[in-house]
Nanobody, 120 residues
Framework: QVQLVESGGGLVQPGGSLRLSCAAS????????MGWYRQAPGKQRELVATITSSGRINYADSVKGRFAISRDNAKNTVYLQMNSVKPDDTAGYYCNADISNTPYRRGDYWGQGTQVTVSS
């Protein structure tokens, strides 16, 4: 049906930058809200940032001023620009999208995750 494929994770030093991408493909009529979540070992998955189809953005307090979410509707892609990263940002990062497959059916989809490790 729908696939979300993330890319861009890796090892980055504290204070550095990283850009994550997530491309949606498959049976897509319309993509509604897209977002990024993260989960560190032993912790619950938490919201990082979301962006609606009209561009309304919401950030977790822990990343405000450091991370920026954006989307390219023509490419069905959402991005997460991570700046001034900290060791606490280390986690698996997961893309999420609320997608209408048809005008009458919609679902919530997740990517497979990409690991971000912040370490010197």
């Amino acid at each position: 049906q729908v696939q979300l494929v993330e890319s861009g994770g890796g090892l980055v030093q504290p204070g550095g930058s990283l850009r994550l991408s997530c491309a949606a493909s498959g049976s897509i009529f319309r993509i509604n809200t897209m977002g990024w979540y993260r989960q560190a070992p032993g912790k619950q998955r938490e919201l990082v940032a979301t962006i609606t189809s009209s561009g309304r953005i919401n950030y977790a307090d822990s990343v405000k001023g450091r991370f920026a979410i954006s989307r390219d509707n023509a490419k069905n892609t959402v991005y997460l620009q991570m700046n001034s990263v900290k060791p606490d940002d280390t986690a698996g990062y997961y893309c999420n999208a609320d997608i209408s497959n048809t005008p009458y059916r919609r679902g919530d989809y997740w990517g497979q995750g990409t690991q971000v490790t912040v370490s010197s």
